[in-house]
């Protein structure tokens, strides 16, 4: 018994070291499976994914063209009103009424408001008395004149006496003027009493009810009226553009456009019409003010927009769309696709360019077309199929992993072997 108790000991042992190698033997077996099937797999779709590589370019393209290009100079302005007038009591007295509504656009001359003309008018009938008086006082003096210089040639009084009355005569005749002057100035004293508008535009906010005693000049007045047609919007530009500016501004009104600082929509078109004469030291830039009709009331004091200002135009140059101009070491370069769809580099000398458009100096020459869009792949020498801007650019047919040309969809994409459409080329 002692001698076969090792020998099942020994049989257990190696059953269980069998079973774990063949179990260890069936791992590796699914994991290379696994590995093999996956990798195929990865491989089918990269070559599913960039079969189009080795084909030809998708791009767009844009002609050149030659056209006029104006010159703006940019800047930030305020709005600020031509004639901004506070109204305010010449007289003292209390305030009858108020002849206008806040925010309501008046005329130069239009009743807002009057004061009480009582006192007023009594001065105006007192200085018209004295004058009366003055008057009769003068009359009577030239009378005795003419008595007194009758006498004075017969002799039979003193001439001295006839030159006194003269004088006393000439001192009336002033006194009679002076009173015409007090007259004219209670008049002016009166016309006060009723307050017009000294200029047209629009009314603020009512600051004094009526009721109420108001002196001359008081403050803050009775109300403001601002100018609104027509407007000017004051602006800053840098010394750098003061002499262009003088230049254009010699030889004819220069254009401005006011902006909106949203969205850059001309709010109104003017002009300009004061360069200032001299440059803030303190900052390095020039002020202008540009006029504006402001027909529509777009532009309100106080209101910052965007004003562009027209300096030049570019007469006939080259342009092309901003998108097509590229960069690199030896600078500036395009993508020129002649008529056997094949791209080319050239390089090109940019005048001038903003978000939209370039103006080429020299390097392409209209009608060559120039590729905007699919730099991605693009090299010098490449073939290239060229889409339209609404529309994904025409590709090539590819072949499937049998070596056998994908269908094509009616709608221009391929198909691969199981009728679905792989991705389109980016």
Do not use: C
Not at 33 to 38: D, L, P
Not at 160 to 168: E, H, I, K
Not at 213 to 234: M, Y
């Amino acid at each position: 018994m002692h001698g076969e108790a090792p020998k099942q000991i020994w049989a257990k042992a190696k059953g269980s070291r069998s079973r774990n190698i063949v179990i260890g033997g069936l791992v590796i077996v699914l994991a290379a499976y696994a590995v093999y099937h996956f990798s195929g797999r990865v491989q089918q779709v990269q070559r599913g994914r960039f079969a189009t590589d080795s084909g030809p370019v998708p791009i767009l393209v844009a002609a050149a063209k030659t056209t006029d290009v104006p010159v703006y100079l940019d800047a930030v302005g305020t709005v600020k009103a031509l004639n901004t007038v506070t109204v305010s009591p010449q007289v003292d007295g209390k305030l009858l009424s108020v002849g206008f509504k806040e925010g309501q656009d008046v005329n130069k001359g239009d009743v807002l408001a009057r004061i009480d003309p009582t006192t007023y008018q009594a001065q105006l009938d007192q200085a018209i008395a004295k004058k009366a008086q003055d008057e009769a006082v003068l009359a009577n003096a030239k009378i005795d004149l003419d008595r007194y210089e009758k006498l004075a040639a017969t002799n039979a009084i003193n001439r001295q006496q006839a030159d006194t009355q003269r004088a006393l005569v000439q001192q009336d005749a002033a006194l009679v003027q002076a009173d015409q002057a007090g007259i004219e100035n209670a008049q002016a004293t009166l016309g006060y009493t009723t307050i017009v508008a000294p200029i047209s535009g629009r009314t603020g906010v009512r600051m004094v009810d009526e009721g109420n005693i108001v002196h001359a000049a008081s403050s803050p007045g009775i109300v403001v009226i601002t100018q609104l047609k027509p407007i000017s919007v004051l602006f800053t530009l840098p010394q750098q553009d003061l002499a262009q500016v003088n230049a254009a501004f010699a030889k004819s009104p220069l254009p401005a456009d006011a902006l909106n600082s949203n969205d850059n929509s001309v709010i109104d078109h003017g002009t300009l019409t004061v360069l200032d004469n001299q440059v803030d030291a303190s900052t390095g830039t020039v002020k202008l003010k540009a006029e504006f009709p402001n027909a529509n009331t777009q532009l309100w004091p106080g209101q910052f927009v965007n004003v562009r200002l027209l300096v030049d135009t570019m007469k006939n140059v080259v342009v092309i769309p901003t998108g097509a101009v590229q960069r690199g070491p030896n600078g500036t370069f395009v993508y020129v696709v002649g008529d056997d769809d094949v791209a080319k580099i050239k390089p090109v000398t940019v005048a001038k360019q903003d978000e939209t458009q370039s103006v080429i100096a020299s390097g392409v020459t209209p009608p060559e077309r120039v590729v905007t869009t699919g730099f991605a792949r693009l090299t010098d020498g490449a073939k290239v199929t060229i889409g339209s801007a609404d529309g994904a650019a025409p590709a090539p047919a590819t072949r499937s992993r049998r070596g056998q040309p994908a269908a094509t969809s009616r709608s221009g994409g391929q198909s691969n072997r199981n009728g679905a459409r792989p991705n389109p080329p980016q």
